[in-house]
């Protein structure tokens, strides 16, 4: 277990974010991370749909249960948080 700091941002959000993770943190548990001081505060929240994550610039969503780890994510690597 190691920390590793991305720069997130969130669909619909014009703030990027660093974001604290751990090396054995799930894309659900970064997705929710990022999401939880800009969802009900800059961008509103869409009940029933669930928080993605994805590599900035890119269309291919992270599985889930990829680890930041396994994802061969870099220090301040940008990600993306985006509803599906």
Known sequence: ?????????????????????????????????????????????????VLRVRRLGTKQLLARNLTVHDAGFREMEPIEIVFE
């Open 1 to 49: 277990m190691a920390r590793i700091t991305l720069s997130s941002t969130m669909e619909d959000d014009f703030v990027t974010l660093l974001l604290p993770t751990d090396t054995e943190h799930t894309m659900d548990q970064v997705a929710e991370a990022g999401a939880r001081d800009v969802i009900g505060q800059r961008v509103a929240a869409r009940p029933g749909r």
